[in-house]
């Protein structure tokens, strides 16, 4: 792709850039630090977590002292050894650390136990007796709903009669699916180090999205102020929302370890007890009606949400809202309900993913819009673009806000074309009338994705800088890296500004005490608001810089100007460098904190209106797939992406984000495999057992763009969108792509049903019903 302009007076490393990761060659060579990597202190030890084998049940008894009398054991942590609150959970105060009276999922942590190596705190924790009153388990969302098991209170949105409307309609159609959940599978499992310092502080290396959370969570723990825990993390082996709120858990066991001993302390877990023990992205269960004309278009829509919670709430009440919130994806429904049910199950609490829930309402929409376009006809892309969002009055959302910056049906049209869409198309129903076995499909999906924290409060950030007198500048703030990039982005940031060379600005680790009371890394917002929060820091040292330049030179400050590693001052050339001495002799700060908060998003939680996100991210993609009639297997065998990153920061980052978050959605729909046991055990706790994308799964054919007419109409930064989550959905083409190649086994008569993920089982399951609905069709025909 063409390289966006860029700006006067950038220079080489500065923002719109396509730079290379800061860490890319340090992870190549295996010298980037991730928290295993650290040396491990003197005197360290090794804890092992300990968990429930029932889903559902009374502790009647934990008698753990064969335990702590075993060899190499230094102490065991039960709930009855938290000196604060048994809790370390985001919102609601129901995550307890270690399980008390009760279980509700396998895996709950039981308790903890800290010994001289790891081997010795496994095959001690073996020791322990637990005794058991089993209680009935709620598995799966069908049977929470038929039980009323809710873990929050169902929410609805409504705008206008969607029954009266979809009664009315020439043409009703009802499609029931369900969607199955992800796990984050990081690089890095959940890992935290604890340190002990003066005066009872502890100091932990937390492998987290959200610092300040884990730095609460232990003080309230451990029954200290804030100010005496210090969080800190460098890099994340990946995080994908899995490490935004459990990872708590962790950080507080070893902390609780080192405040009873005085010792470090550290705890890791291995695959399996991380898949076993930690929770996904929420499965759903999905019910639409939807009543459209001979066009396609809807007259009425209704949604039903059914998601699986888990245990506790976690974030599952923003995470449902979200998928509320992104159930029109980029289509205008005048009348339409929506309804979210949010099970609680005794299974692991679900938790943030990478979209957030989003995607789940996403794909209720585009499911839809084939399955209408097979009942008429017709092309789904004629019926999606029936559909789009236009101008006044249908540029208003179901939660009242207003779609100012609709690009979707330019990029469509712009997808379209690129592509070659229509040829294909036609090109993959003349190979299916020839070919009985061998299937190919194609679709062409749209997203709008909102971006901001849907709890309003999170959407703030704020950064320090420091310039030292070598005119090398050190930054910090409130974001952190788990591979997407954010770090470089938002140095390119404060390289753009102060006009230096990028090597001329240090990385800092996050930290609790350089930048306090953050919000997680999350929501697609790091770059957003932490370059916007680093651009006021350095924007401040620039303007006394400036200041100072005009009364010490005797000059007008419109008459200084900055340039590549150099200032303008008058007619005077100084070097960046000798301006900073310069201006630290005569007593000039060259520190600053930056703070930034979102403007315009105002929300009302209760009426589900107003404006949650600051503006829409866009994209469209074409995919196309083979399946195997006669076994079900399935290849994407070529993509075609076309994304919106407004005026990208960094090209480079962002196509990497793109493809990377197609993959994973890729995963999502159609390999990754969830499966829980009629008595709430995960079976699939390793790579043996769940499947995700490898190499070879990676289309041959994958052309992708940034849109270059891209540009925020919002003062982000540099005019940049958001590029974390949006890409994901664009993998909802893949599936479609799959239920289009079904569908062709019916002729094209019949919409598939196919439930996600499109695994080979799915995918004959629902040829078979396809098949005999076809059969059926036919006699009846017949005999009419």
């Known amino acids: 792709m063409r390289n966006p ?28 630090l991730y928290i295993d990597d650290i040396a491990e202190p003197r005197d360290l030890l090794h804890l092992y977590v300990a968990q429930s084998e029932k889903a559902h049940a009374k502790i009647l008894k934990l008698d753990v002292s064969a335990v702590r009398s075993a060899p190499g054991v230094v ?41 001289e190596t790891l081997e010795q705190a496994r095959s001690a924790a073996k020791l322990a007796v637990v005794e058991y009153e089993e209680l009935p388990a709620i598995v799966t969302v069908e049977e929470a709903m038929a039980a009323n098991s809710f873990v929050l209170p169902t929410r609805e949105i409504r705008r206008g009669d969607a029954r009266a ?90 902390s609780l370890a080192t405040k009873l001993t005085g010792r470090p302390a550290k705890v890791r877990l291995d695959r399996d007890d991380d898949m076993i023990m930690t929770g996904k992205r929420h499965d759903f269960v999905v019910m639409v009606e939807m009543g459209f004309d001979d066009d396609g278009r809807v007259s009425g829509a209704e949604f039903i949400f059914a998601s699986r919670c888990g245990r506790s709430a976690d974030l599952s009440a923003s995470i449902n809202d979200r998928a509320m919130f992104h159930a029109d994806n980029c289509y205008y429904f005048k009348n339409i309900t929506i309804i979210s049910h949010r099970c609680k199950t005794h299974t692991v609490s679900n938790t943030a993913f990478r979209g957030f829930g989003g995607p789940q309402g996403m794909l209720a929409p585009e499911r839809m819009m084939d399955a209408i376009a097979c009942y008429l006809g017709k092309d789904p892309l004629e019926v999606r673009k029936k559909n789009l969002y236009g101008k006044k009055p249908r540029n208003i959302t179901p939660y009242q806000m207003t779609v100012e910056d609709n690009i979707a049906p330019e990029i469509i049209a712009e997808l379209e074309n690129s592509s070659n869409y229509a040829a ?44 030292y007198t070598d005119g090398s500048v050190m930054l910090n703030h409130g974001g952190t890296e788990m591979g997407q990039g954010l770090y470089i982005k938002v140095a390119q940031v404060v390289a753009e ?53 005009a009364k010490y030179y005797g000059t007008k400050t419109s008459e200084i100007t900055f340039l590549p590693n150099r200032i303008r001052i008058g007619k ?143 003062e982000t930064i540099f005019r940049s969108k958001a590029v974390g989550e949006p890409p994901l959905m664009l993998a909802i083409s893949a599936f479609n792509a799959i239920a289009d190649a079904i569908s062709s086994v019916a002729d094209y008569r019949l919409y598939p049903e196919l439930n996600a993920p499109a695994t080979p089982e799915q995918i004959l399951m629902s040829i078979q019903k396809i098949t005999e609905s076809a059969r059926s069709n036919r006699v009846t025909e017949a005999a009419q």
């Open 75 to 115: 102490v065991v942590l039960t709930a009855n050894d938290v000196p604060g609150g048994n809790d370390a959970s985001p919102i609601a105060g129901d995550d307890p650390v270690f399980a008390e009276d009760i279980v509700e999922y396998a895996g709950q942590a039981l308790f903890a136990v800290a010994a």
């Open 572 to 714: 005077q050339v100084v070097a960046f460098r000798d301006l900073v001495q310069l201006a630290y002799m005569n007593r000039i700060s060259l520190s600053a904190t930056g703070y930034y908060r979102t403007p315009k998003i105002h929300y009302d939680a209760e009426t589900f209106s107003g404006r949650p996100f600051y503006y829409f991210a866009y994209g469209a993609a074409v995919s196309e797939v083979l399946i195997d009639t006669l076994t079900g297997e399935n290849k994407v065998v070529a993509v075609d992406i076309l994304h919106d990153a407004g005026k990208s920061l960094n090209p480079a980052v962002d196509l990497g984000q793109i493809e990377g978050g197609y993959i994973q959605g890729m995963g999502w729909l159609t390999t990754e495999e969830l499966y829980y046991d009629s008595n709430g055990i995960l079976k699939t706790h390793a790579p043996s057992t769940y499947k995700i994308p490898a190499c070879s799964d990676r289309p041959a054919v994958f052309n992708m763009k940034i849109f270059e007419r891209g540009e925020n109409v919002e």
């Open 424 to 467: 294909r198309r036609k090109s993959i129903r003349a190979f299916n009338e020839t070919s009985p076995y061998l299937k190919k499909g194609i679709a062409l999906t749209p997203v709008k994705f909102g971006i901001s924290f849907t709890a309003s409060h999170l959407n703030q950030a704020g950064a320090l800088l420091h310039v």
């Open 165 to 254: 409307a979809i009664k009315k309609a020439k043409h009703q159609l009802t499609q029931r699916f369900e969607i199955g959940g992800q796990d984050h599978f990081y690089l890095e499992g959940q890992i935290a180090l604890s340190l002990p310092g003066e005066d009872g502080d502890i100091f932990v290396y937390s492998s987290t999205q959200h610092p300040t959370e884990v730095q609460h969570n232990v003080a309230k723990f451990l029954d200290l102020p804030d100010h005496s825990v210090t969080v800190e993390v460098r890099r994340m082996g990946g995080g994908f929302g899995g490490k935004e709120t459990q990872g708590a858990w962790f950080a507080a066991m070893a």
């Open 497 to 549: 500004i102060l006009q230096i060379d990028i090597e001329r600005v240090k990385i800092t680790a996050t930290r609790t005490d350089k930048v306090p009371n953050t919000s997680a890394t999350a929501a697609s917002s790091g770059a957003d608001i932490n370059g916007k929060a680093a651009e006021a820091a350095a924007i401040a040292i620039k303007e006394r810089l400036i200041q100072f330049a």
């Open 5 to 32: 302009p860029l700006s006067r007076n950038t220079i080489r490393g500065a923002a719109h850039s396509p730079r290379h990761h800061d860490s890319a060659a340090k992870q190549a060579a295996g010298e980037a």
